[in-house]
Nanobody, 125 residues
Framework: QVQLVESGGRSVQAGDSLRLSCKTS????????MAWFRQAPGKEREFVARVRWNSDRTYYSPSVTGRFVVSIKNSDYTTYLQMNRLTPEDTAVYYC??????????????????WGQGTQVTVSS
């Protein structure tokens, strides 16, 4: 089993920056990649960013490319999502997720075996 705990979500103003953290514990040797998803009220959960474990390989959704940066600090098994130039459209519950194998469909929720409980990000105009 792998446990994921997100933190860092809060209310901010448009244009602000925010960094989310996802602490990983348990059978971390099973992890292939980490990702961030988000879910706004009344909408489906959507892919935000992904980073391979022990690698700099990253992927982003078009809506956050150039504004968000995903990274991993392997020494303490923590994944980060640095979010810059936030807009009200970024308001959502943000979830981190862990994949245990390679997949071309890295933006699909189906490819992730473990999920955190989510952390709320609210951006006001």
């Amino acid at each position: 089993q792998v446990q994921l705990v997100e933190s860092g979500g809060r209310s901010v103003q448009a244009g602000d920056s925010l960094r989310l953290s996802c602490k990983t514990s348990g059978r971390t040797f099973n992890i292939y990649a980490m990702a961030w998803f988000r879910q706004a009220p009344g909408k489906e959960r959507e892919f935000v960013a992904r980073v391979r474990w022990n690698s700099d390989r990253t992927y982003y959704s078009p809506s956050v490319t150039g504004r968000f940066v995903v990274s991993i600090k392997n020494s303490d098994y923590t994944t980060y999502l640095q979010m810059n130039r936030l807009t009200p459209e970024d308001t959502a519950v943000y979830y981190c997720a862990a994949a245990t194998a390679y997949s071309r469909n890295y933006d699909s929720t189906m490819e992730y075996a473990y999920w955190g409980q989510g952390t709320q990000v609210t951006v006001s105009s």
